[in-house]
């Protein structure tokens, strides 16, 4: 079965970093574009970075120039690399595969900018 287990998320002041990690399993990894989405409390939850197959990336411009996604397929992992942090960015982080036209979610990791 498809699994998605982020990781990463924690507490940081203003202008931090964090990186999160998300760990897939139950599918081909490598051949599948990924996705960071997140939600803060009391709004939709909205697309952070996409990386296709082959390492090409997109970015909503509220992230664009502060946050880099990457896979590493041999591990089938792909992560979030979040510089520049704004209280903005509080939300809790999720990865996403969308496979046979199903998104598949994994718990979440919640991260908190204090400022």
């Known amino acids: 079965q498809v699994q998605l287990v982020e990781s990463g998320g924690g507490l940081v002041q203003a202008g931090g970093s964090l990186r999160l990690s998300c760990a897939a399993s139950?599918?081909?990894?490598?051949?599948?574009?990924m996705a960071w989405y997140r939600q803060a409390p009391g709004k939709q939850r909205e697309l952070v970075a996409v990386i296709s197959s082959r390492g090409t990336t997109n970015y909503a411009d509220s992230v664009k120039g502060r946050f880099t996604i990457s896979r590493d397929n041999a591990k089938n992992t792909v992560y979030l690399q979040m510089n520049s942090l704004k209280s903005e960015d509080t939300a809790v982080y999720y990865c996403?595969?969308?496979?046979?036209?199903?998104?598949?979610w994994g718990q979440g990791t919640q991260v908190t900018v204090s400022s």
């Open positions: 996403n595969v969308r496979l046979e036209t199903y998104d598949y």
């Open positions: 139950g599918f081909i990894f490598s051949i599948k574009p």
